[in-house]
């Protein structure tokens, strides 16, 4: 972005220059495409700065979502110690807020989940908050299978959520 805005200014100080130096009869094509040349680095230069500007808002936006559907969470559930941080493969807070929505809709009375982590303990939560339902978490990972199950544990959720490896 920087090279194009001191090309456009370097054109434009051609242009300024030779609107004073250079004879209009013989290089009016010439100035006409210098003309041309900073209006395009111009549109360039809008679109580029506009794209990034955009990228940057719906990156604020996504992350707010997840602040609110992250907060909603919290309220709803009233949980005893804060969720894991997430190491790239929980789920997001937004999937979690969407997942109790779901589970408050059809009130099943078991849940079976393929893999363990946040969307467990929410769940579990949710179930027992709610007084219907239990979990059943199904864990490929020996790692996670411990850590979820040492989480429920520690949340007092074993009564509604169970680990199986």
């Not at 051609?14 to 009869?25: A, C, E, M, T």
């Not at 719906?58 to 709803?76: D, Y």
């Amino acid at each position: 972005m920087a090279r194009y805005l001191v090309l456009y200014i370097f054109l434009s100080i051609i242009l300024i220059v030779s609107l004073f130096i250079i004879d209009l009869k013989f290089y009016v094509p010439i100035l006409i495409c210098l003309l041309l040349l900073t209006i395009t680095l111009q549109v360039v230069i809008y679109k580029k700065a506009s794209n990034f500007i955009f990228e940057k808002f719906n990156h604020l936006t996504s992350r707010i979502q997840e602040i609110q559907s992250h907060i909603s969470l919290h309220s709803s559930l009233n949980l005893n110690y804060p969720l894991p941080l997430s190491d790239g493969w929980q789920a997001s807070p937004i999937f979690l807020h969407y997942m109790v929505t779901l589970i408050n809709e059809v009130k099943p009375r078991l849940l079976i989940e393929a893999g363990s982590g946040n969307s467990t303990l929410v769940s579990a939560y949710f179930l027992r908050c709610q007084k219907f339902g239990r979990l059943i978490s199904l864990e490929n990972d020996k790692y996670y299978a411990t850590r979820t199950r040492n989480l429920i544990l520690l949340n007092d959720l074993d009564t509604v959520a169970k680990v199986e490896y």
